[in-house]
């Protein structure tokens, strides 16, 4: 929130402290396997991504028939596929014209794994 700021009868506008803080920590880099960790979280934290991720526990599916399933329009449907993808829950090849998709199973437990050793958990 920007809040209004009187001096000598000119009001000037400055950004809140929260603000500040956080436009200066969205500013600094979070380190790569933390970023990763992220990205992986956000993926599932989507409830059309996990019906997708549901569906596919099932088999592969083309986007077609992920779209008639989840009853979202074709376009959102690949921009989930492609979230699903880059936190690497989802292969995808093409088969003609349709998108195949096929979930990693292995993707789980990899990023449990993952996340244990990130964030310092023994064994």
């Given at each position: 929130?920007?809040?209004?700021?009187?001096g000598?009868?000119?009001?000037h506008l400055?950004?809140?402290?929260?603000?500040v803080?956080?436009?200066i920590?969205?500013?600094?880099?979070?380190?790569?396997?933390?970023?990763?960790?992220?990205?992986f979280?956000?993926?599932?934290?989507?409830?059309?991504?996990?019906?997708?991720?549901?569906?596919?526990?099932?088999?592969?599916?083309?986007?077609?028939?992920?779209?008639?399933?989840?009853?979202?329009?074709?376009?959102?449907?690949?921009?989930?596929?492609?979230?699903?993808?880059?936190?690497?829950v989802?292969?995808?090849?093409?088969n003609?014209?349709?998108?195949?998709?096929?979930?990693?199973?292995?993707?789980?437990?990899?990023?449990?794994?993952?996340?244990?050793?990130?964030?310092?958990?023994?064994?």
């Amino acid at each position: 929130m920007i809040r209004p700021r009187s001096g000598s009868g000119v009001t000037h506008l400055s950004p809140s402290r929260a603000r500040v803080r956080s436009t200066i920590a969205a500013a600094i880099a979070p380190p790569e396997d933390l970023r990763q960790l992220r990205i992986f979280h956000k993926a599932m934290a989507d409830v059309n991504r996990l019906r997708i991720v549901r569906r596919l526990v099932a088999g592969d599916a083309t986007v077609t028939e992920l779209t008639d399933h989840v009853g979202l329009s074709q376009p959102l449907v690949s921009w989930h596929v492609g979230r699903l993808r880059a936190a690497g829950v989802v292969e995808t090849r093409r088969n003609g014209r349709e998108t195949v998709c096929r979930l990693r199973g292995e993707a789980f437990a990899e990023f449990a794994a993952r996340e244990r050793a990130v964030l310092g958990f023994a064994g």
